[in-house]
């Protein structure tokens, strides 16, 4: 077996947490490159790992004629930059969630991808989870019979990440709750549904609760470690949206920070037959009728490891140039639908896609 020459570009948190990782349990890569442009970062990462380059630039990396397949771990704002010109230079590529900050650098990426009939995979996870796949294939099976609805909720009381940093500044991020927490989401449903379009959308995002940075009061901060007190605060922490698909209805409330107490965290798939609740990050209850009589039933599934399915997927993609279920033309979808959600809402009025 010939082992896949990586290389890891981004080594902040989701690198050494699931990419890294993801790759050192499979025997297939080799990872020789650690790029960031904060040296330390690279170079810590490179230590845990134990061998490889490190470098601050990315094009070094893509210089490299024996790296074959690249993770893109960095923020959203320059994840289509590098997608692209590692495309260009014959490498194959994983690119973190979302695929960018907006639909217009995202249908660039997959121009990119066809054009150069390389592999590119974004990190929608979910894909890979377990629980999500036991649900798409009851509703591929008609257990739910016609799903014509689903609700989509992922609502926190106060738990904006990084407040100021990264993650709440618009030219870096492309948006907030929507597009980094919403994306997750929004990507099980298409992904259960078989991928429909959106035809309508209609939405409002809030940009509320953050917006005073130094006087935000918080239950927890995800991503504290890159909090900016003195930073940016420029995108939604909460919306709301209608979205008529080629599918079913969508009906989306999502939050960072709202004043709601406990938060939620699910998907309801409504069929005629029955409906399935997706705890987020854990299993799920089918709801139907046998007879004259309710049924309820638990399924106690979990997320498995998810990332190193996807990471396995991915050089799988790599070794026999196969397509796989997180693929561009997949992910494109999502980003189409999100940007109708934020121009809608930047217009308060219904957009609709041809
Ligand atoms: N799939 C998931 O569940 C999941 C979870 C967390 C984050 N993410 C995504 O992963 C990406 C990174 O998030 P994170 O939480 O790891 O952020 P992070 O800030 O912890 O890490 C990003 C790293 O990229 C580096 N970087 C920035 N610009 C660079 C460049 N031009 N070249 C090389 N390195 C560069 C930064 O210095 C930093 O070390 C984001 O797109 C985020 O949405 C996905």
Known sequence: MSTIPVAVIGCGTIANSAHIPSYVKDPRAKITWFCDII???????????????????????????????????????????ITIAALEAGKDV?????????????????????????????????????????????????ELGTVHHVYVSFRAHRSIPGIGGAFTTHAIAGGGALIDW??????????????????????????????????????????????????????????????????????????????????????????DRAGIRLQYGGGFTVYGTEGKKLTTEVVEAGTGNMFAAEISSFLDCVETGSENPARMEQAILTSRMMQAMYDSAAAHREVILD
């Not at 601050?56 to 893109?72: C, F, G």
């Not at 991808?113 to 796949?133: C, D, H, M, S, Y």
């Not at 990507?187 to 035809?199: F, R, S, T």
């Not at 995002?205 to 927890?220: A, C, K, M, W």
Request: net charge negative.
């Open 182 to 271: 919403g994306v997750h989401y929004l990507d099980i449903v298409m992904y259960c549904l078989g991928d429909p379009e959106a035809k309508t959308v209609s939405a409002e995002t809030f940009s509320v609760l953050g917006r005073d940075i130094p006087n935000y009061v918080y239950e927890s901060m995800w991503a504290e470690n890159t909090a900016d007190m003195n930073g940016v605060y420029d995108v939604d922490d909460s919306i709301t949206a209608l979205v008529r698909t080629t599918g079913p209805v969508v009906t989306v409330m999502g939050a960072w920070a709202q004043n709601i107490g406990v938060g939620e965290a699910f998907i309801d798939f409504m069929g």
């Open 94 to 142: 994983l690119c973190e969630k979302p695929a960018a900050r907006t639909c217009a650098e995202a249908e660039q990426m997959l121009a990119a991808k066809k054009r150069t009939g390389r592999t590119l995979n974004i990190g929608v996870v979910n894909r890979f989870n377990e629980a999500v796949n036991q649900i798409k294939e009851r509703i591929d099976a008609g």
């Open 39 to 81: 040296p330390e970062r690279a170079e810590a990462a490179r230590d845990a790992y134990g061998s490889g380059k490190v470098t601050t630039d990315y094009r070094e990396v893509l210089q490299d004629p024996d790296v074959k397949a690249v993770s893109v771990c960095t923020p959203n704002n320059v994840h289509a930059e």
